[in-house]
């Protein structure tokens, strides 16, 4: 009776003893099974918006392999335009997002009358030209037409490399961000037409090339060969993970911008895209 009534004490209070080894391992069996459950709804959401798939996929990356540690589970939002992602913290249907580099942040919340933050800068994703039509600069034709990026930003880089290739001359007193109006000479007379920078790629079948990203490129399906890159790998460019002021010290902001710079993320950077973009950290 005694040891009925003691067999039946540990089975309650869940006591390892050796004695009632069996017993035991399935106590533990439970109770980690318990704990995992338990911490799976114990994962903070963090909402993150992007607009194009290196984001996402550097997130699904952290989320799959290296978040839980941190009780972090990474919901990615994605947008089609390079507006709605800064909107959406305003909104707050977002925390933060990572799809820009700090001169189009500051550029934005100019524009959109936000107080933007940047956080940690990820990668760099340096800009070529690119064309179906031809292999070299020199092959370029008089009268081609280019497609670039027409946010005040994107726009003033690629107007510099279409002035770095020699395809275009500058003004010497040009402002901060050039325009087509800071153009002093255009000897090919090209046709520079601005879209909204996700939708520059897809213009590449219907002009003589186009000002974009080489993993842009390959991820549209084209082979990413540059006819002339971006000299300086410039660090002011590379994206960043950004939110709202006041908002930057949120324990889970700062733990998912703690894991974006995880050496197992520069590493993952480095095979997946083989140099066409580039850790900065």
């Not at 959401?45 to 540690?69: M, Y």
Request: net charge positive; charged share 20%; with cysteine.
């Amino acid at each position: 009776m005694n040891r009925r009534r003691f067999l039946l004490t540990a089975l309650g209070s869940l006591t390892v003893s050796s004695i009632f080894a069996s017993c035991s391992q399935q106590s533990t069996q439970n109770s980690t099974n318990t704990q995992t459950i338990s911490q799976k709804e114990q994962k903070e959401v963090i909402k993150v918006g992007v607009t194009g798939i290196l984001s996402q996929d550097i997130l699904k990356f952290v989320n799959n392999n290296i978040a839980a540690k941190e009780g972090l589970d990474i919901q990615v939002v994605t947008f089609n335009d390079w507006i709605q992602p800064n909107t959406a913290l305003r909104d707050k249907v977002i925390d933060a997002n990572f799809f820009q580099h700090r001169p189009f942040m500051n550029n934005a919340s100019k524009e959109l009358n936000l107080n933007l933050v940047a956080l940690n800068t990820v990668y760099l994703n340096t800009l070529g030209l690119f064309s179906k039509k031809f292999k070299s600069v020199s092959e370029i034709p008089q009268n081609a037409t280019v497609t670039i990026a027409n946010d005040v930003i994107n726009n003033d880089r690629g107007l510099r490399l279409l002035a770095t290739n020699s395809l275009i001359k500058l003004k010497e007193n040009a402002k901060q961000f050039v325009t087509q109006r800071d153009i002093a000479a255009n000897p090919k007379n090209l046709k520079i037409k601005e879209v909204e920078g996700v939708q520059v790629v897809r213009a590449i079948n219907d002009v003589d090339f186009i000002v974009s990203s080489a993993q842009t490129v390959a991820l549209a399906g084209i082979e990413p060969n540059s006819m002339g890159e971006e000299t300086a790998k410039d660090k002011k460019y590379a994206l960043a993970l950004v939110t709202l002021q006041g908002r930057e010290n949120e324990p889970k902001i700062q733990k998912l911008n703690k894991l974006l710079v995880h050496p197992n993320v520069k590493d993952f950077i480095n095979k997946e895209y083989k140099g066409r973009i580039i850790p900065v950290f």
